[in-house]
């Protein structure tokens, strides 16, 4: 437990100093975080020009897709927050500097996880939460404690997931010399399919994303419970309020892939 509330106020104070950093440029900062609020409203567009042809997506209002949309947004947003550069993990492994992290005092993993912090991504999360404003002022929830509970513990269940995948599926750096585009198919590509209802999608996609990568759980489940809404698969409902479980079991996996990882690599001299 020491060694715990040591590791968070030492994260604390390096990303501290990194804000702080960004901060000296405010201009810059400002153009960055409004750039990324209407290139991730675009996504957002993208629905809505889906819903201006057709009144339903499956069994799926607007609104409801916006609610699934702001919740699976939302999420990524914090985690591309917290952990968007490990897409520049595979260059530590090339030029050798993992190396180096091997003969600190501090775990590997939370030593990439410091190692950067860009703020201009808060212009993701504000777009999401406007998106998840509008849902929830449209949509008619019949508010109860299970279903407040629920889309309380969505975001952060959906941060550890993203986070687990994106860690687990980075390792294959250590392996080939270029993992990032594979790791991007997961983590970037899951973001956007986590958006929709999986219901659209065929059989083996939607059990790659309910079982395998448990993009599903991100919203799907979640928002299913608290509309109130029959899963159009028949599946069960306690699926609905398992994602919490399911990111604490993604984050088990991750930490082990990564310990697995670290153990058998060879240094790029190897």
Known sequence: MAELRESLSLYRLLIAARVRAQLQYRTSFAIETVAAFLVSFLDFVAILVIFSNVPQLGTWSVA??????????????????????????????????????????KGTLFQVI?????????????????????ALNTLAIDWTPDRALVLALTVPSGVLIYGSVWVAVICIAFWTVEGREAANAFTYGGAFLAQYPMNIFDRWLRRFLGYFVPMAFIAYFP????????????????LQVASPVVALAAAVVASTVWRFAVRHYQSAGG
């Open 64 to 105: 409801q897709v916006a609610l699934l949309y702001a919740l699976a947004t939302l999420s990524f947003a914090f985690t591309d927050l917290v952990i968007g550069h490990l897409d520049g993990f595979p260059a530590l492994i090339r030029d050798g500097n993992f190396d180096l992290m091997l003969v600190r005092p």
């Open 223 to 238: 928002a299913l419970h608290v509309l109130g809404k029959t899963d159009p698969l028949g599946l069960p409902a306690v």
């Open 114 to 134: 410091t190692g950067d912090f860009q703020l201009r991504r808060l212009g993701r999360v504000a777009q999401a939460l406007l998106v998840l404003g509008y």
